[in-house]
């Protein structure tokens, strides 16, 4: 199993394998990529895209794929899936990003959710495939990570919804057809809390036996600006990450904003011992692993 940090700022905390920055979030801002960071590309959720261009923001029946639109649960603007221009310049962008960083995870790169996008184009494009609207949507998808693979060189990681039943009707996501191109799936298992780990666990058995390709979760720690109390605590943290690696997955990434809250993550996790000692009778090697890991911290956060 594999340990990764999930970060905002070009900062490498120590103790993990490797790391994935952020260079392009859902609200649009863009950073350099770096050498030894993996990059992480937010490709349809892009507030500057949307909010810059008049009739890209994807649209549906229940209204746009914007901040604020509580349909769904989106938050950010959303460029529509089919909008040629921010197709091609992110294919460009992709491509310059592979170039300089060990490899490419992607965000977003799907329908911003149900009913999406039913703009005069994607109308257009819908009825001239001659498909149901949900096969529709999974060529739509599935030919544009086809020309992603064809631009990156080096690694591919499709980064997923926490949904195995629906991702396909919500997104246009075929986990089968899109583990033709992905190295990797990451599934995103973000919360503000894992009080109920048995759900985390779950989930990860269901992507497990799903997903034909390795499986990572993230796990959220500390976003930019959060306030401690309303952040997961670490004994959430340490139980969730032995639970779902019980689960088989192939590794877990940590997100916070940037190094130093990495850093204080794994002081309070050290500091766990009582915890640290039960987590043990989860049993397994996986489980083992996720301990080991922390215990490998002890020597960082002296």
């Known amino acids: 199993m594999k340990f990764g940090t999930y970060v905002f700022e070009p900062e490498k905390a120590e103790g993990f394998d490797f790391h994935l920055l952020r260079i392009k979030t859902e609200v649009g801002k863009r950073i350099p990529p770096q050498p030894d960071m993996h990059s992480n590309i937010a490709v349809f959720a892009d507030n500057v895209a949307a909010r810059g261009n008049t009739g890209w923001t994807s649209q549906s029946p229940l209204g746009p794929a914007r901040m604020g639109n509580n349909n769904y649960n989106i938050y950010w603007d959303t460029v529509c899936a089919t909008q040629p221009e921010h197709r091609a310049e992110q294919l460009n962008y992709i491509e310059d990003i592979d170039k300089h960083s060990p490899g490419v995870w992607l965000n977003s790169f799907y329908f911003a959710d149900h009913g999406h996008c039913t703009c005069s184009r994607c109308q257009e494009l819908w009825k001239k495939s001659g498909l149901s609207w949900v096969e529709w949507h999974k060529k739509e998808i599935t030919d544009y990570i086809s020309q992603v693979r064809d631009r990156v060189k080096k690694e ?147």
């Open 156 to 302: 591919l990681i499709l980064c997923i919804q926490p949904d195995p039943v629906s991702s396909l009707e919500r997104y246009g996501v075929d986990f089968d057809e899109l583990a033709k191109y992905a190295d990797a799936f990451n599934v995103v298992m973000f919360s503000k809390n894992y009080a109920t780990p048995w759900y985390w666990e779950m989930l990860s058995r269901n992507f497990k036996k799903l997903l034909k390709k390795p499986m990572y979760i993230s796990l959220y720690v500390f976003g930019p600006g959060d306030d401690p109390k309303d952040v997961p605590t670490p004994s959430e943290l340490l139980t969730v990450s032995v639970r779902c690696a019980r689960a088989g997955i192939d590794g877990i990434l940590y997100l916070t904003g940037d190094a130093g809250q990495i850093g204080d993550f794994q002081k309070e996790a050290v500091g766990k011992v009582e915890l640290r000692e039960r987590l043990k009778s989860y049993g397994g090697q996986p489980v083992q692993e996720v301990l080991d890991l922390v215990k490998g911290w002890e020597k960082i956060v002296q």
